[in-house]
C-alpha cells in the first residue's frame, strides 16, 4: 500500500517534466520510477505518453507551437531512453504504434515540414528516425533496413524534388523490398495523385493528416 | 557589407547544427523578444491598426537578426552581423529599382502605410505548374494585361516531351533555357518586349541558364531568391545571387516564415519576418517579398498570415525604405468566387499597411495550368483601389470578405477551379463569356462592399 503515493507522485514528476519542456527533470524522474520498482509500462503510460498526446493535442490547437512541441518530445526521449533500458533488461518491450524513417529527398534542403510530423508522429506514440534533408534514395532504405522499420516517409518541398519519392518507391521494388514497408510521400506539391502514380501507400496533405492516416493503418503492422 | 564579406562569414562563421541555430538562436529570442517588445495578437485584429506595436515589431526583430545571423546550411555556419552592418546595409536599401526596357521600363518602390501611390503589381503564373503546350499562351494573356507591372515567375517546366524534369540534370537545364525564351516571346507576343519578367526557372542552380539578354532573361529582370524558414540560406541560393548580382539583375528576395513553426504564433512570427525583411536586405535584396506560411492552413488568407502581413508590412514601411512586396496564395482556386474573395482581403491588408502585391495565386494548384490572368486583372485592381484606403476602412471591408470564406479554407474542400485553356478561349486569348461574368458580378460584389473599384 504504501508504493501508491510514491507511485503517483512519480507520475506527477514524469508529467511535469513534459509540460515544463525539461529533459533533465524528465530523466530523473524515469530514473525514480526505475528505483521505486513500480510497473515501467505503467509508467510510461501515465507519465510519458499520456502527457505527450496533450501536447500534440494543444499544438494541433495551435496553443502551443513547433518548438515547445520539440522540447517535449525530446523530454520525453530523454526519459523513455532510462524507462526502455530498464523494460529491455528485465525482458518486457515498450509497445510503439510503429517505427517510422523519415527524411527530405534528394536535392530537396527544406527541413521545417519534416520535421513538423516527426515531432508530431513522435508525440502520438510512433518511434521516429528523423535522417535529416537531402536524403538520397538508398539511405531511406539502408536506414529502414538497419532498424526495426515499418514505415518510410518522405517528404519533398518542390515541384522538382518530388519526383525523387518515385526513386525510393522503385528502388524498393527493385531490391525486392516493396511490400515491406508503407511508403508515404507528403510535402507542398505533392498530392494524392501523385502518391498512386507513384505507387506510394499513402499520402498525407499535412502532419495531422500523417498521423492520422497511420493510425488508421497501423493494425498492418501491429505485432 | 558587400557580397563578398557575407560569402566569406558563410565558411569562417561559428558552425552549428541546424535544429541548434533554429532553437536557440531564433525560437529563444523570439520568445525573449516577443515580452521585451510586447508584441502580440488579440485573437480577432485582421488588420494592425497599432503605430507603435509596429516600431516595436521592427526594434524586435533588428535585435533579433542580431542575435541569431543568419544560418548557411550547407557550410553549418553562421553569418553573424553587427549592428552597424545592418545599419548600414538597411541605410543603402534602395527605395526604387528600374526593371524593364524600353517602352517597357517601369520602377518599383518602397510605399508607406496608407500611401496614396499605387502598389507595383508582380503578376503571372507564380510558379504553378505550366504545360509545354500552352506556356507561352497563358504567360502572352497575363502579359497582355496592362496592370500587371512585371511578369511574374512564368510557371514551372514540371515536364518537358511528358519527361519529369529532375532539377540538377541536363532536361532541367534545357528546361531553364525554354523558359527564358518562351517567357520572353509572351512578351514580345503581348507587345511589351522589355516588360520585366521576375523569373526562378527551377530550384536549382543550373537555373542561370535562362539568362540570354536576346532570347531569354535578361539583366533588367528582377531575379528571384528564396530565403529558406527560417533565416537560413543554401549553397545554391547563394550561387545563383552571386551570379546574378554580378551581372547586374535587380535583386528580388522572396522568404516565407512560417506561423506555428520557430517563431511561435502570428505576433512572434511577425518579428521573425521582419528581421527576414532585414536579413534579405543585408544578402543583397532589393525587392523583398514576404510570402507567409501557416502550419495549419498553408495559405495566406487565414486570419494568422492577414495580422502577420499587415504588421510586419507596417513595421518595414515605417522604418525602412526597403521595396517590400506581399505574396497572394489562396485556398480557393482560379474560376471560383472564393479565390477573389481571398485575394481581395489580403490585397487590402497588404497595400494599405505599405506593401506591393505579388500573385494571386492558389496555394494548391490542382494540375497544370491552374490560373487566371483575368483574375489576375481583378487583383490588380483591388490593389489599386486599396492604395486610396485608410488601414480601418480596409478593415471593415476585410472582415466582411473573411466572413465569407473562414470556414472554407481547407485545401481539399476549397473550390477546385479551373484550369486556363477551360478559363480562356485559346484562339484569341480572351476570357469565355462564363470567365468574364464571374470577373463582372466579383467587381460588383466588391464594390458593393466598398473597394473603391473605377
Not at chain 1, 534533408?133 to 518522405?154: G, K, L
Amino acid at each position: 500500500m504504501a508504493a501508491e503515493p510514491n507511485k503517483q507522485a512519480i507520475f506527477t514528476a514524469m508529467r511535469e517534466a513534459i509540460e515544463n519542456y525539461d529533459s533533465d527533470a524528465s530523466t530523473e524522474a524515469a530514473q525514480q520510477a526505475v528505483d521505486s520498482g513500480i510497473d515501467l509500462l505503467e509508467a510510461v503510460e501515465e507519465g510519458f505518453a499520456g502527457p505527450i498526446r496533450k501536447l500534440g493535442e494543444a499544438f494541433d490547437r495551435m496553443e502551443i507551437f513547433l518548438p515547445q512541441l520539440m522540447l517535449g518530445s525530446d523530454a520525453m526521449k530523454a526519459g523513455m531512453a532510462v524507462l526502455e533500458e530498464a523494460i529491455t533488461a528485465g525482458g518486457g518491450k515498450i509497445l510503439s504504434k510503429g517505427t517510422v524513417v523519415i527524411g527530405t529527398v534528394e536535392g530537396d534542403i527544406h527541413d521545417i515540414g519534416k520535421t513538423v510530423v516527426a515531432a508530431l508522429l513522435q508525440a502520438n506514440g510512433y518511434t521516429v528516425h528523423d535522417l535529416g534533408v537531402e536524403v538520397p534514395a538508398s539511405r531511406f532504405i539502408e536506414a529502414a533496413e538497419s532498424r526495426n522499420v515499418q514505415i518510410i516517409a518522405m517528404s519533398a518541398l518542390l515541384s522538382t524534388t518530388m519526383l525523387y519519392q518515385r526513386d525510393v518507391v522503385e528502388l524498393l521494388g527493385n531490391k525486392g523490398l516493396r511490400e515491406k514497408y508503407f511508403a508515404l510521400v507528403g510535402g507542398a506539391p505533392v498530392t494524392q495523385a501523385w502518391a498512386e502514380e507513384i505507387g506510394a501507400d499513402g499520402y498525407a496533405r499535412g502532419p495531422y493528416e500523417a498521423v492520422q492516416l497511420l493510425d488508421g493503418k497501423k493494425e498492418a503492422w501491429a505485432e | 557589407m558587400n557580397f563578398k564579406e557575407i560569402a566569406k562569414r558563410g565558411e569562417t562563421g561559428p558552425l552549428t547544427e541546424a535544429n541548434d541555430f533554429l532553437m536557440k538562436r531564433v525560437s529563444a529570442n523570439v520568445l525573449k523578444l516577443e515580452k521585451k517588445y510586447q508584441i502580440s495578437w488579440d485573437g480577432k485584429t485582421l488588420i494592425n491598426l497599432d503605430d507603435e506595436m509596429a516600431d516595436r515589431c521592427w526594434q524586435a526583430a533588428r535585435e533579433l537578426l542580431l542575435a541569431s545571423g543568419i544560418f548557411s546550411m550547407n557550410s553549418k555556419r553562421i553569418i553573424e552581423l553587427s549592428a552597424e552592418e545592418i545599419d548600414e546595409a538597411l541605410r543603402f536599401a534602395p527605395a526604387e529599382l528600374p526593371m524593364g526596357q524600353g517602352k517597357d521600363a517601369v520602377r518599383a518602390y518602397h510605399r508607406q502605410v496608407e500611401d496614396p501611390r499605387r502598389p507595383f503589381v508582380f503578376s503571372g503564373p507564380f510558379n504553378a505548374d505550366a504545360s509545354e503546350e500552352h506556356f507561352v499562351k497563358l504567360n502572352e494573356a497575363f502579359a497582355q494585361e496592362r496592370l500587371i507591372d512585371s511578369l511574374l515567375f512564368p510557371g514551372y517546366l514540371k515536364k518537358l516531351d511528358g519527361q519529369m524534369i529532375r532539377p540538377t540534370s541536363a532536361l532541367a537545364s534545357r528546361a531553364a533555357m525554354l523558359y527564358g525564351q518562351w517567357s520572353r516571346e509572351a512578351v514580345r507576343r503581348a507587345g511589351r518586349p522589355g516588360m520585366p519578367i521576375t523569373g526562378h526557372a527551377v530550384m536549382a542552380l543550373n537555373e542561370i541558364a535562362c539568362t540570354n539578354e536576346q532570347w531569354g532573361l535578361r539583366s533588367t529582370d528582377p531575379r528571384a531568391m528564396v530565403l529558406i524558414s527560417e533565416l537560413q540560406v543554401d549553397d545554391v541560393t547563394m550561387t545563383r545571387l552571386a551570379y546574378y548580382l554580378a551581372y547586374g539583375c535587380p535583386i528580388y528576395m522572396a522568404f516565407t516564415p512560417l506561423i506555428g513553426g520557430y517563431g511561435g504564433g502570428p505576433a512572434g512570427t511577425a518579428i521573425v519576418a521582419v528581421a527576414s525583411f532585414i536579413a534579405a536586405v543585408v544578402l543583397g535584396g532589393e525587392i523583398v517579398h514576404i510570402g507567409p506560411q501557416h502550419i495549419k492552413f498553408k495559405q495566406q488568407t487565414n486570419m494568422h498570415s492577414l495580422f502577420l502581413a499587415g504588421l510586419a508590412n507596417q513595421a518595414v514601411a515605417r522604418n525602412s525604405s526597403i521595396i517590400a512586396t506581399t505574396s497572394h496564395t489562396t485556398s480557393g482556386r482560379p474560376g471560383s468566387e472564393q479565390y477573389a474573395r481571398e485575394f481581395s482581403a489580403l490585397a487590402l491588408t497588404a497595400v494599405t499597411s505599405g506593401s506591393n502585391v505579388t500573385g494571386p495565386r492558389p496555394a494548391e494548384p490542382l494540375g497544370f495550368n491552374n490560373v487566371s490572368p483575368l483574375m489576375a486583372r481583378l487583383f490588380a485592381e483591388v490593389s489599386q483601389a486599396a492604395s486610396g484606403l485608410k488601414r480601418s476602412q480596409a478593415a471593415e471591408i476585410v472582415a466582411r470578405l473573411y466572413d465569407t470564406y473562414k470556414d472554407k479554407l481547407d485545401l481539399e474542400q476549397a473550390p477546385k477551379g479551373q484550369a486556363f485553356e477551360e478559363l480562356y478561349d485559346l484562339q484569341t486569348l480572351r476570357p469565355t463569356a462564363e470567365h468574364q461574368a464571374l470577373y463582372e458580378k466579383l467587381k460588383e460584389e466588391l464594390g458593393n462592399l466598398g473597394v473603391p473599384l473605377a
